[in-house]
């Protein structure tokens, strides 16, 4: 019996499932957890509260990254009020269960899914799981990762699995190149803007073409990222040369990645998918969003469209304007979408010998990773950012969310590399304008939102 073709998510998929429940939901074997400061000393301590031990210490991680400070000289005090206890709490729970924490000035610091690839923690083929939503961004390594709340995670550090009911598949092919000045999180905004932040609801998205192959891997990280902004369970994009070329000798990665296994991780020709999506890349421009929603997003040369009146107030935009040339107060580089070495390298490329406009109130740049702010310091992308006018920080989630402590100016309209522009996201009554890095560096130099590829001319 010749077996059938499968996309790659079925070969994981089969190789993790251990058992199917008689009410039809499957268990499916986890093979990392990363916990983060906000939720995982509630998890930990719920499981030793249970009278149950983390089944493998050796599989679990935690990192302080949500609502750690990230002014430079950071200690465990926060901005946010009450928020020292999380990290202290988080600290005392992760010792007592012996797993791995990268601590607040620990070297290897940063959001989770930017050291998780750094660290090699996450691989090809793994199944991984966080309880942020954005862990989809591990995807693009070739893993099944997704997020997951904090009681799964207590249950998966016991059992080692995780119940879950079998997702549909997607497949959104991007044919032909990105033209130049048009990023990886452009992409995500067009698929957001063309077919709905519900438009991947219930699947696993695999992202595939040429454009797609022609991504580099922080590239391919930002544009699973933005995945769950699509409504996806998670993205995954198959490992290649590039992806194994990125892990090969990382710290929990293997030297060399010449199993079977490895080379088994791509989708049959013939395997179908629950659903097709076809993008030319020729027709992807720089974007800007202008409402509430990921969605709510045009190319940065558009006009506002006509929208949900909800979105139209908040924003203070009306339908027929143009986007390009709306005054902003802030800006803000960071977030595990847009944070790593060559993001804040493009956004340099920009900055270097410029400056932001007088009418900037406040402008940030974090790193991804305290890793990353190294590389970013041996570089001098530091002084380019200072002398520009922006804050240089630690790493950490930073405004890429209002925590309750730090935020921008009250009313301030924000341009942002993050991956969520809800009410409020960055704060009370802040309005954000999600955009990649090269577009938040060009509109800061403007004091309004701009087209990147005039600055690269």
Not at 105 to 119: A, C, K, M, Y
Not at 277 to 289: E, Q
Not at 292 to 319: C, M, N
Request: proline content about 5%; some cysteine.
């Amino acid at each position: 019996m010749t077996d059938l073709p499968k996309t790659l998510f079925e070969k994981i998929w089969d190789t993790h499932h251990v058992a199917q429940t008689a009410g039809g939901a499957h268990l499916i074997a986890i093979d990392r957890i990363f916990l983060h400061e906000r939720t995982g000393a509630s998890a930990l301590k719920s499981l030793a509260a249970s009278g149950r031990a983390v089944r493998d210490p050796a599989r679990v991680f935690a990192v302080m990254d949500h609502i750690v400070d990230t002014r430079i000289g950071r200690g465990d005090d926060t901005l946010m009020p009450g928020g020292s206890a999380f990290i202290t709490e988080t600290r005392a729970a992760s010792q007592a269960a012996g797993i791995t924490l990268f601590d607040v000035n620990d070297r290897d610091q940063g959001i989770t899914h930017v050291i998780s690839p750094e660290l090699g923690i996450v691989l090809p083929g793994a199944t991984l799981v966080a309880p942020d939503s954005h862990t989809c961004t591990q995807g693009a390594l070739g893993a099944l990762a997704w997020g997951i709340g904090s009681s799964e995670a207590e249950h998966a550090m016991a059992t080692g699995v995780l119940r879950l009911d079998r997702p549909k598949t997607m497949r959104i092919t991007v044919t032909g190149r990105l033209a130049p000045g048009v990023t990886p999180k452009d992409l995500a905004l067009h698929l957001l803007a063309e077919h709905g932040a519900g438009g991947g609801a219930g699947h696993v998205v695999e992202f595939a073409g040429e454009a797609v192959a022609g991504l580099d891997i922080e590239g391919r990280m930002t544009l699973c990222n933005m995945a769950t902004e699509f409504s996806a369970m998670t993205a995954i994009i198959a490992p290649d040369d590039k992806t194994y070329a990125y892990l090969a000798g990382r710290r929990y990665a293997p030297a060399r990645f010449d199993a079977p296994y490895w080379s088994s991780l791509s989708t049959d020709e013939g395997a179908t998918f629950d659903r097709e999506i076809l993008i030319d890349a020729a027709t992807v421009a720089p974007m800007v969003s202008w409402g509430t929603s990921p969605e709510h997003s045009i190319a940065v040369t558009g006009s506002v469209p006509e929208g949900p009146e909800r979105a139209h107030l908040y924003i203070g935009l009306q339908a027929g304007q143009a986007i390009a040339g709306i005054p902003i107060d802030a800006a803000f580089i960071g977030s595990c979408t847009n944070a790593r070495l060559s993001d804040l390298r493009r956004a340099a490329d920009l900055l270097r010998g410029r400056r932001i406009a007088p009418s900037i109130r406040k402008a940030l740049v974090v790193p991804g990773s305290s890793a990353v702010k190294r590389a970013a310091e041996a570089e001098g992308l530091d002084r380019i950012f200072t002398d520009a006018g922006f804050e240089w920080r630690a790493s950490g989630c930073s405004l890429c969310f209002f925590a309750g402590g730090e935020s921008f100016p009250p009313g301030s309209r924000t341009i942002s590399s993050t991956n969520r522009n809800f009410e409020g996201r960055q704060g009370p009554g802040i309005r954000t304008h999600i955009a990649s890095p090269e577009t938040v560096a060009a509109s800061a130099i403007a004091g309004a939102i701009a087209d990147p590829r005039e600055l690269a001319r």
